[in-house]
């Protein structure tokens, strides 16, 4: 069982939580992420980065976003709850050394696996280049603690209410456009962001890493619901990533292999939200 030490709403649906989980702590690195189950009897397992750790505390934090059902059971729970199942480190951590200049690309909730990886590109020695977008400004999160890794701090929203006005991609591209072009990109947020941007660098031939967040299971490669085609391979995401080149994801495949359970996904959190309702109901 871990304890939840301290929960924060960073904006309408989007939470920070830190866990106690003191060994996941000392050896989780850049780029890694755990698998949870809010309820052991009816919850399904999902996969949430570390988005930061503390090892004299003994925690590791996670940001999440709630879209579904089990998303939804975990934002309600508060400090001093406890979450049954937590596994991890899980997946391969990022590669960190001194590769020059890096362009950090971190689209809506992908901000939160970004900024682990920022810190430890900053460290290296790394000239840390940072583009973060939202579709607004209510769903920017992270904005200070990014900002203070960056040598060069950009900030877009879609529909220009804070920021910028574009998408990342933009900035992206000029970026590559400057001479000296960028060493690397890493790209993290919604599939069809790092999609675009891996389409944006390929012209520039930026090597450029991506994050995948797809289905997953059991996290140890044995179920096979998180594979993905890279290249001309099949690759599980849970063992062999969460990273890869983004110039060889088949995004369109991925994106079509998590959209097979939206209906199912949106089903289950109607009734659950329904469920609670009539519940709330019976107490007055």
Not at 30 to 45: H, K, P, S, T, W
Not at 144 to 154: L, N, P, R, V
Request: glycine fraction near 8%; charged fraction near 25%; charge should be negative.
């Amino acid at each position: 069982m871990s304890k939840i030490l301290f929960k924060n709403q960073l904006s309408k649906d989007v939470f920070l939580m830190r866990l106690h989980a003191p060994l996941i702590a000392e050896e989780r690195s850049a780029g890694q992420f755990i698998i949870l189950q809010v309820n052991e009897d009816y919850g399904e397992r999902i996969p949430l980065t570390i988005a930061d750790a503390d090892t004299k505390e003994g925690s590791i934090t996670i940001i999440f976003q709630v879209v579904g059902k089990s998303t939804t059971l975990l934002s309600e729970l508060n400090q001093g709850d406890g979450i049954p199942t937590l596994v991890g480190p899980l997946g391969r951590p990022t590669h960190i050394e001194n590769f020059g200049t890096v362009v950090c690309v971190g689209g809506g909730i992908g901000v939160a696996p970004l900024h682990p990886i920022a810190q430890a590109l900053k460290k290296a020695g790394n000239h840390v280049i940072t583009i973060i977008g939202a579709r607004t400004k209510d769903l920017i999160i992270l904005e200070e603690e990014m900002k203070s890794i960056a040598d060069e701090f950009i900030l877009c929203t879609d529909d220009g209410s804070y920021g910028r006005k574009a998408l990342v991609t933009e900035p992206l591209k000029e970026i590559c456009e400057r001479n000296p072009k960028p060493n690397m990109v890493i790209a993290i947020g919604p599939p069809i962001m790092m999609k675009f941007c891996s389409e944006t660098t390929r012209p520039y031939e930026v090597f450029t890493q991506v994050s995948l967040n797809t289905i997953m299971v059991d996290g140890t490669g044995m179920c096979g619901g998180c594979r993905v085609n890279v290249g001309k391979e099949i690759k599980f995401v849970c063992v062999d990533g969460p990273e890869f080149d983004g110039h060889k994801v088949d995004f369109d495949n991925m994106m079509a292999r998590l959209n097979s359970y939206k209906e199912i996904e949106r089903a289950a959190h109607a009734c659950y939200l329904e469920a609670e309702i009539k519940e709330k109901e019976a107490l007055q």
